[in-house]
């Protein structure tokens, strides 16, 4: 009797070993954690900005940029990227211009801050031009 079950247990494993469990790992894949990098710059650090601010003060509400290029040096790069563990990664970018040690304009794909305007404007394009007022003298 032995006999006869051994094989049949070598056979059965050879045909599970063959079998595709991928329904089943799907389902068991372990959490995948959130990648956070880069500078988080929201409508509401843009808003305090002020056209004609020092280097200083744009540092202050903004942070640190990420990118200070040598070869640019009145450009700073606040660039931000967020992968989920599921689903696709975004990526905002803000440029800031300067004029010399004043802030000139800001570009970059910061979302406005009218949020139902926002959820049903269609976003066409990546970047745009953020117009800053002059600050108060």
Known sequence: ???LILPAVVAVA??????SLTPLTDRLN????DVRQGNYVDQEMVARLK????????????????V????????????????????DPQQ????????GDKLDRVSGDVQSGDAPAA????????????EISPAAK
């Open 14 to 19: 050879g045909l599970m070993a063959g079998c």
């Open 30 to 33: 372990p959490h995948r954690v």
């Open 68 to 87: 200070s290029d040598v070869f640019h040096a009145d450009r700073w790069d606040y660039v931000y990227t967020f992968r989920p563990g599921r689903g």
């Open 119 to 130: 959820a049903t404007a269609v976003q066409t394009e990546r970047a745009r031009v953020i």
């Open 92 to 99: 905002r970018v803000l440029s800031v211009f300067f004029d």
């Open 1 to 3: 009797m032995r006999v």
């Open 51 to 66: 056209k004609g601010m020092t280097r200083e003060q744009v540092r202050f509400a903004l942070g640190t940029p990420l």
